[in-house]
């Protein structure tokens, strides 16, 4: 057994010991020479010898995680020989895992339990999608990890197997009674990606309703039987995933995830209110054909009258006295006409960042009128036929997303976006923005993390260059000074950020300076003085430059 205090191939000190099974200890340890902490697995080789099951869990678990590189998974960075025991390195989860929750607070709100859902459905896909799928076959609460930012974290990979072709069933029947679908115990086919959904919609149902599915007797009934307060929706989705027949559940975690993305849907409430828009519709339709011919008569008319209603109530909104009342009336605009890009990126730019703030409630709200349907069809369906409007409308929507969702930005779905920009059809510069913050987006994930081999994943010198390169040309004249103004603030705030990591790849203050100055420059040829600085949006953002500029300025002076 470790000792606390002692120090393990002359680099990992053990602080203490923070958690016990059967065949192994872990342990909380400090990297002195890299100031970073791991969990170190110590799995003593007398107790492996007892056990085959034992010796085969831990060969899976290391070789899978050390070929494997996701947010939601842990990495392991070493493997170490030592003593009487075989010591496991891996990256240290902060934070309890969620069975931990469930004793803790009882069942959990059903807006976290459906995230936290989002992000296992993203994980599994992750691993589903490999040359030789992996399944993971006993996901449960006590192998997911809550971390204090409220992302889960997938542990313990002693059962996962590759899925084998050709294969009839597992050769070895492993799972959690309860949590395990039906073929994890032989003579029902092999085990596959439909597995882990079962499994998932078995945590699902135990997360929302505090009810273990693996105490006896072992069943499952619908979670509205438990809260009639849940959603009807959620109701259907963990049904369907449970179902005892592979084929009845979702086939991949891509179907698994559209639906939860859009679980208020399946409420019966929600399908009545589509059922009486289909039936009215139906009664207009028969009505259309009866007046046919009459309506070909009026029909340039009727566009014209769509035009200028749609005409109007933009003019409307850009004459509103509250916010509240600009945003109702650019919705209005999109139900007259969803083929227009105007009104939705007005919604954007006048409404949602009027406050520099894109916040959930916002972006819920703006899915919500891309989703709502006419004649069958969806508003962005409709938007999408404008190929040039779309694109547009989804580049703004990207930097919405990439600087200002919930103040910090949310960059995976600021890249969704983007890509989509990217696309179609935009500006020869906003096009190349649209790829180059898209491919920020990604940095922001694992800049500063390191890889298996100790590497840095994102080089601090292509980062730089790529955030230079956003930064370039007159953006106002391309944009306008709103957009040039918010990636000049980000740019000046990784200078303050990173300053010390730019160093280190290599660039130089010359090079730094020189970007700072061109960005002052371009806010005194391209944006002051000009009609744009009258806003207070444009005013509030310029001086959050100016301010970011003293802050770099005098950091980089400490740093070099």
Request: net charge negative.
């Amino acid at each position: 057994m470790l000792q606390i205090g002692s120090v393990v191939d002359n680099k990992y000190k053990i602080l203490n010991k923070i958690g016990q099974g059967g065949m192994s200890t872990v342990y909380l340890a400090m990297n002195e020479r890299a100031n970073k902490q791991w969990a170190i697995k110590e799995i003593r080789k007398d107790k492996m010898e007892q056990s085959q099951v034992a010796i085969d869990s831990l060969r899976t678990e290391t070789e899978l995680l050390m070929k494997l590189s996701h947010p939601n998974l842990p990495s392991i960075a070493d493997i170490i020989d030592y003593d009487d025991s075989f010591l496991v390195v891996m990256d240290y989860i902060e934070g309890n895992t969620l069975s931990r929750a469930l004793i803790d607070y009882g069942p959990q709100p059903q807006e976290y339990v459906i995230e936290w859902a989002k992000q296992m459905c993203d994980v599994l896909g992750y691993l589903h999608s490999q040359e030789y799928p992996i399944i993971y076959r006993d996901l449960k609460p006590s192998n997911i990890m809550l971390k204090p930012d409220g992302n889960i974290v997938l542990i313990d990979f002693g059962t996962a197997r590759r899925y084998k072709h050709g294969n009839i069933e597992d050769t070895t029947c492993l799972g959690t009674r309860g949590y395990a679908a039906p073929e994890q115990f032989g003579g029902q086919g092999q085990t596959d990606a439909r597995t882990d959904i079962y499994c998932l919609g078995a945590t699902m149902y135990h997360l929302v309703t505090g009810k273990n599915p693996s105490d006896p007797p072992y069943e499952m009934y619908p979670i509205r039987y438990w809260n009639d307060n849940l959603s009807q929706g959620l109701e259907k989705i963990i049904l369907k995933c449970t179902q005892l027949d592979p084929a009845q559940r979702y086939q991949n975690c891509a179907q698994l995830l559209y639906d939860l993305e859009h679980y208020f849907e399946l409420d019966n409430a929600y399908i009545k209110k589509e059922k009486i828009k289909l039936a009215s519709f139906s009664i207009t339709a028969a009505l259309a054909i009866i007046c046919a011919a009459a309506s070909i008569t009026f029909f340039n008319f009727a566009g014209k009258v769509q035009a200028s209603s749609y005409e109007k109530i933009m003019d409307e909104a850009d004459k509103s006295f509250t916010q509240q009342e600009m945003g109702n009336n650019y919705q209005d605009a999109i139900a007259v006409n969803p083929r227009k890009a105007d009104a939705y990126i007005d919604l954007i730019n006048k409404v949602y960042l009027e406050d520099d703030n894109f916040t959930e409630e916002e972006a819920l709200e703006l899915r919500q009128l891309l989703i709502t349907t006419r004649n069958g069809k969806r508003y962005e369906d409709y938007l999408a036929e404008d190929i040039e409007g779309y694109s547009l409308f989804a580049y703004r929507l990207g930097l919405a997303y990439f600087y200002c969702y919930e103040v910090d930005g949310n960059k995976p779905q600021s890249a969704y976006w983007f890509q989509k920009a990217a696309d179609g059809l935009l500006d020869a510069s906003q096009k190349e923005r649209a790829i180059r913050l898209g491919s920020i987006a990604e940095y922001y994930i694992s800049i500063g993390s390191e890889d298996k081999s100790g590497d840095d994943k994102v080089s601090y010198r292509q980062y730089w260059d790529d955030l230079k390169s956003v930064s370039q040309g007159n953006i106002t004249a391309i944009d306008n000074a709103t957009t040039a103004l918010v990636i000049y603030r980000e740019m000046t705030s990784q200078i303050c950020i990173n300053a010390n990591e730019f160093k280190a790849a290599g660039i130089t203050y010359q090079e730094i300076s020189a970007e700072i100055e061109a960005i002052q420059s371009h806010i005194e040829k391209d944006i002051r003085g000009t009609q744009s600085e009258q806003s207070q949006r444009v005013k509030e953002l310029e001086n959050d430059v100016e301010d970011n500029i003293v802050k770099a300025n005098q950091i980089l002076q400490m740093a070099y």
